[in-house]
């Protein structure tokens, strides 16, 4: 079985500011490891995800991700937020070939201007 | 492609009610998803179908609870009778099978029960 941590519930940040999203997996097999965003009363959309290769992987708008297998991490990164950035962010964990998505808790992001 | 379509956006019943929530895939997907999300609990998936076959329905909280999938293009959440405790957000989700796994989410369905 998989699980998943995300170390902050809220993250506040100002706009052009960085930020770091931080995403913890325990897992006993291979994973594949993906970032979700939810903007208010919409559903879930792919950010980006990493099956396997390079371990740094980019998204859309401006975010990207590092797999560390080591430290069991896939922390998202953007270098410059922006206002729209405003939503909260899922990490989410599947074994390898498993159907199955394990979903962290979120967390909210908040732009401030 | 118009994504994964769900009905209604918005419900409101009464305690004791029959509830159904409604979901089309993402045309050529096998696999279909329900999930439930709430604050206190977050993401849980309901049940699991793939090529219309329900698969994993271990979420599925109690037997008030029902889905079914008669066909690639539609599913149904039923619930009844419906509590106050059901109330949430119900995300339907699907995906191919076949090399690509990630999830494509519905916008849900948010049900409130008086």
């Known amino acids: 079985a998989q699980s998943v941590t995300q170390l902050d519930s809220q993250v506040p940040v100002f706009e052009e500011a960085p930020v770091e999203l931080r995403c913890n997996y325990s897992?006993?097999?291979?994973?594949?490891l993906f970032w979700y965003v939810q903007y208010p009363n919409q559903g879930l959309q792919l950010l980006l995800k990493?099956?396997?290769?390079?371990?740094l992987v980019k998204g859309i708008n401006g975010f990207e991700a590092e797999f560390n297998k080591s430290q069991t991490s896939f922390h998202l990164r953007k270098p410059s937020v922006h206002i729209s950035d405003t939503a909260e962010y899922f990490c989410?964990?599947?074994?390898?070939?498993?159907?199955?998505?394990?979903f962290g808790k979120g967390t909210k992001l908040s732009v401030i201007p | 492609d118009a994504g994964v379509i769900q009905s209604p956006r918005h419900e409101v019943t009464e305690m004791g009610q029959e509830v159904t929530l409604r979901c089309k895939p993402i045309?050529?997907?096998?696999?279909l998803f329900w999930y439930r999300q709430t604050m206190m609990r977050g993401l849980e998936l309901l049940i699991y179908?793939?090529?219309?076959?329900?698969?994993?329905d271990s979420g599925m909280p109690e037997d008030r609870f029902s889905a079914k999938m008669p066909n690639a293009s539609f599913s149904t959440l039923k619930i009844q009778p419906s509590e106050p405790r059901d109330s949430a957000v119900y995300f339907c989700?699907?995906?191919?099978?076949?090399?690509?796994?990630?999830?494509?989410f519905g916008p849900g369905t948010r049900l409130t029960v008086t």
């Open positions: 045309s050529g997907h096998n696999s």
């Open positions: 989700a699907s995906r191919t099978s076949g090399g690509k796994y990630e999830q494509y």
């Open positions: 897992s006993s097999v291979s994973v594949y």
């Open positions: 990493y099956l396997s290769g390079s371990t």
């Open positions: 989410a964990v599947s074994g390898a070939g498993s159907y199955q998505l394990t």
């Open positions: 179908f793939n090529n219309n076959v329900p698969i994993d």
